[in-house]
């Protein structure tokens, strides 16, 4: 590894050139289809990708997806919840994905039947919209701890096939997690011999921003560099 202030020739130093195309282009973990080449190479080593959108538009279940593919591709993942959710609302939402079993439903009432996707179809001319396919498919309960703990134990063994952790969940109240928070965990972390590959933080704009005498908005932005400076300086995808 180069040191931050480190100089190189770029047409003289044959390390340099090797790495650089090693490095190139090759994504931690993939997703199948066409979300697949939806992503490319975006889910790399060094790079920050945030997901935008409007409240209650689905942010946290994309990245609580993100972090869970990452993990049965055996990349090292480390969410940091920022406050929006507690620790067992995590665990619920976690637990369920893992189990592909609901944990509520509307009003509570069992058994629940949803429109399971299937296939989607693109539009055929550009003012169309694509039509997604289903089928209903019904749970009898909700998601109990049992269930829950007996496919953790399934998917460690036969999916992951490891007794290692390749997720680790770190939660903290609101405006209370910091950028520095995050550097300290990710370097006591790789300390202990689990160096992430993939830090997941839901989300960056209600974490604590200790910079009192800017803009709340230059605030916002400097949050933003420290965590581009995150991915930058211990390599991960953040």
């Known amino acids: 590894e180069l040191g931050s202030t480190a100089c190189i020739d770029p047409f003289l130093d044959e390390e340099a050139m090797r790495s650089c195309f090693e490095k190139r282009k090759e994504p931690l973990f993939t997703y199948p289809g066409a979300l697949g080449e939806f992503f490319e190479d975006v889910l790399q080593r060094d790079s920050l990708l945030s ?10 279940f994309f990245l609580i997806d993100l972090a869970y593919r990452a993990q049965l591709q055996r ?3 480390i969410f940091f919840e920022a406050g929006d959710m507690s620790q067992d609302q995590v665990m619920l939402r976690l637990l369920a ?17 949803v429109n399971y996707p299937q296939e989607i179809t693109p539009p055929v001319a550009r003012e169309d919209i694509a039509e997604v396919q289903t089928k209903p498919l019904t749970f009898e309960a909700a998601l109990d701890f049992p269930t829950a703990k007996q496919k953790a134990k399934h998917l460690m063994e036969n999916v992951v096939k ?8 770190s939660c903290h109240p609101n405006d209370t997690l910091s950028v ?24 960056a704009d209600i974490m604590a921003m ?29």
């Open 97 to 113: 994905r893992g189990s592909k079993k609901p944990f509520r439903s509307p009003g509570n009432r069992w058994p629940y039947t």
């Open 180 to 203: 520095a928070m995050i550097a300290e965990k990710i370097e006591e972390l790789s300390a202990m011999g689990w160096v992430p590959d993939v830090a997941c933080v839901d989300y």
């Open 75 to 77: 990349k090292r993942v």
């Open 162 to 169: 490891s007794k290692e952790s390749f997720l680790k969940l």
């Open 51 to 60: 997901f935008l959108a409007p409240e209650k538009a689905g942010k946290t």
């Open 210 to 238: 200790p910079y009192t005498r800017m803009d709340v908005r230059d605030q916002i932005n400097k949050t933003w560099k420290g965590l581009k400076r995150i991915s930058q300086k211990y390599h991960c995808l953040v």
